[in-house]
């Protein structure tokens, strides 16, 4: 069984940078300061995008007849056809519902996706 102090070790140096790795007093400072402003960013603009993405998800839901995880299949496969950002599809998709139209590379790929998932037998 590992040492405890072992265990936190390789536990703290598992997501640090290589040039840190070396050094076996632990992380710099700075780096870490900045890896942590990083990733709470990153929380952040994730936390933002959530709810709009949840609703692109249920629209697909009800438009497509399918279930929470095959809208998710439908809305990544839609941001890569359409080589627009996830939550910029999204959003687009949501704002439909206020009046303008889906842009057509948008709407083309959708149509696509959708009509290619009921040709394939899903899961019940």
Known sequence: M????????TAATRNRPADDAADPSGPRPEAELERLRTEAAQLRQALEFRPVIDQARGV???VGRCTPEQAWQVLV???QHSNVK???V???LIDTAAD?????PIRQALGQIL???HRTPGPP
């Open 2 to 9: 590992p040492e405890p102090d072992r265990v936190r070790r």
């Open 60 to 62: 697909i839901m009800a």
């Open 77 to 79: 496969a839609l941001s």
């Open 86 to 88: 996830l939550h910029t």
């Open 90 to 92: 999204a959003r687009k």
């Open 100 to 104: 303008p139209p889906l842009p057509a």
């Open 115 to 117: 009509r290619t998932r």
